[in-house]
């Protein structure tokens, strides 16, 4: 029979391996997935407890058209309820709980903006529409900027749409148009975010653990602490790997690879050399080293066009970094100050926006629990500052050098608390910042043939998955994206006639279009 080696255990991987069980005959136990840190689950993460504080470096949103991930997660088992699917708990849970955002700006006199209309000028709307016809190969190497002048990047288009998805104005064209195309048909609801779901609980306990305890069900070996250091090739034309090199506790291993047996790699890590502070402590960048998935991106790409070029993507570190914060509090208060504010209770409110912070801060609060454990008493949200190298408004240190308790200064600040209760909230809450290197180097500047071919031409046994290998039309930053790409390995290696369904498109519905033209011109 035979076998699978995926390198990575974020769920580009987790899916490729339930593909290659559901779609490919496998046997779970002829799959293994070698993962370099100790737990899987990638950049879908949750630790912490509720005495130390949750952490949880992000959150990924959903919405109706996510038709992979959606396709996949309909045959997996629900942790709370089997009879239920990982799929249907995710729309009841949207059903239970949707957003109605209205608060999703709040300028600098902590009043909510209103953003029914989109602030554009004419020359907005121009700038736009051109972005979303102008042929992708023409973008190649430009930036946002490069497509929009100084007023766009003031719209509250621009700072719902940016801190929706985490573009920054030097990030790529290339991606910005994907994203307009991909989810143009969001727009008549985008002041509201009625159109993104959201799964029960964080990402982690919502789908990584269903998907690991169906996958060990059948049998699949997941090895961590692995790192996979390089792959030997077949000589010759074409590309077959025959030997995997990996290193596990201390020990140097090698994996022979049989001519149908097939590797999947995920290359690159948005989330690599994540650092994590504390209430007290500023988080403490790691630059000791490069992790795994960079360096064997770097070791298989060289001499070989075909496999990318990792450093479009690594080599601006000053470009793709934000930071993000998770609250873990004692009382309510926070959140009831919030739902007074919003009108909206907790879990329906969707982003705040801070659009007048030097951080660009964002918060989101919501339904609780967040995890699955979670016990009562305690309330956990998250927010992120899209410019954490920029000085504070009240406390004047940039981010990335500010403690957990003093993010959250930041943040209450520009609610306009007064004292008594900023010392009360601080008080009972425990803050732990995550500052991310690589955390939007998907979105960085390229150009055509950066990113890796899923399959490359004339590979016979060998992948790229995640969010750095190439999918026309569809958007990275997504658990779509990655699950796209897992559909895609398998189904191309297998030859297989069950492919991923197209990406939605709503650019090629004349009703879509014209709601989005409506929206645009909104007054």
């Known amino acids: 029979m035979a076998k699978a080696y995926l390198v990575g255990g974020g769920i580009a991987a987790l899916s490729a391996a339930a593909f290659l069980i559901r779609d490919g005959g496998f046997a779970g136990s002829d799959i293994q997935i070698l993962e370099e840190q100790d737990q899987f689950g990638g950049s879908l993460d949750a630790g912490g407890t509720p005495d130390t504080g949750y952490t949880m470096r992000g959150g990924r949103m959903f919405e109706a058209q996510f038709r992979c991930t959606y396709d996949l997660l309909s045959t997996i088992p629900s942790i709370d309820d089997p009879a239920k699917s990982v799929t249907q708990d995710t729309f009841e849970a949207h059903a239970d709980f949707p957003w109605d955002d209205a608060s999703r700006l709040v300028d600098q006199h902590g009043e909510i903006v209103d953003t029914h209309s989109l602030g554009f000028s004419e020359r907005d709307r121009l700038e736009l529409v051109r972005c979303l016809a102008t ?55 985008f002041e509201t975010m009625s159109g993104i779901y959201r799964t029960r609980y964080n990402q982690y306990d919502s789908i990584v653990l269903p998907l690991v305890s169906w996958l060990r069900a059948q049998g699949v070996v997941i090895r961590t602490g692995c790192l996979v250091t390089d792959l030997a090739f077949k000589p010759g034309a074409g590309t077959t790997v025959e030997r995997v090199l990996l290193r596990q506790g201390g020990r140097d291993e090698q994996i022979d690879v049989a001519p149908k047996d097939l590797v999947f790699v995920t ?58 914060f998770t609250v873990t509090a004692k009382d309510p208060a926070f959140l009831d100050l919030v739902e007074k504010l919003s009108g909206r209770q907790t879990g329906r409110g969707g982003l705040m926006t801070f659009s007048s912070s030097s951080w660009l801060l964002t918060i989101v609060l919501n339904h609780q629990p967040v995890y699955r454990e979670q016990p009562e008493g305690v309330y956990v949200w998250w927010g992120y500052g899209l410019f954490p190298d920029t000085v504070g408004d009240f406390v004047r240190k940039p981010m990335s050098r500010c403690t957990g308790q003093e993010i959250l200064q930041e943040v209450l600040h520009h609610l306009r608390l007064d004292e008594p209760a900023i010392a009360d909230i601080t008080e009972n809450s425990t803050v732990t910042p995550c500052l991310m290197p690589y955390i939007t180097s998907q979105f960085l500047v390229r150009k055509h043939g950066d990113r890796p071919q899923v399959v490359p031409k004339g590979s016979t046994n060998l992948a790229f998955v995640g ?53 645009m011109h909104r007054r």
């Open 467 to 519: 969010q750095f290998a190439e999918v026309p039309d569809d958007v990275v930053f997504t658990v779509e994206y990655s699950v796209r790409t897992a559909w895609t390995a398998v189904a191309e290696l297998l030859k297989l006639d069950n492919r991923p369904p197209a990406v939605y498109k709503g650019l090629h519905d004349p009703r879509v279009l014209v709601q989005a033209l409506e929206t």
């Open 267 to 324: 290359n690159g890590s948005m989330t690599a050399n994540s650092a994590l502070g504390s209430d007290t402590a500023a988080p403490v960048p790691d630059t000791t080293r490069q992790s795994g998935a960079w360096q064997l991106w770097h070791r298989l790409a060289r001499g070989r066009e075909d496999f990318g070029n990792p450093s479009a993507f690594d080599r601006s570190v000053g470009d793709s970094t934000w930071e993000s």
């Open 135 to 189: 042929p992708e190969r023409l973008l190649d190497g430009k930036r946002i900027t490069d497509c929009f002048g100084e007023g766009f990047f003031t719209t509250n288009f621009w700072y719902m749409w940016c801190t929706t998805f985490a573009f920054e104005p030097w990030h790529s064209a290339v991606e910005f148009r994907r994203y307009l195309n991909r989810f143009v048909h969001l727009f008549p609801t």
